[in-house]
């Protein structure tokens, strides 16, 4: 997810989709420890999005 579509979202959209996110990258950890995932790289990108969420959240509240 890009950091202008992030942006666009509300408070209450961050925080749901940064649980959503959350959970989804313990899950892939999780399965990828069993067995290997097709496409690793995804660990990461899910670990990028999550920070974009927590960035654009704090900026949001030193705003305020």
Do not use: C, G, Y
């Amino acid at each position: 997810m890009k950091i202008a579509e992030v942006r666009e979202l509300s408070d209450k959209e961050l925080n749901e989709r940064l649980d959503a996110e959350r959970t989804a990258l313990d899950q892939m950890v999780l399965n990828h420890s069993v067995s290997p995932l097709d496409n690793p790289t995804k660990i990461k990108e899910k670990r990028r999005d999550i920070a974009r969420f927590l960035t654009e959240l704090r900026q949001r509240e030193l705003k305020k």
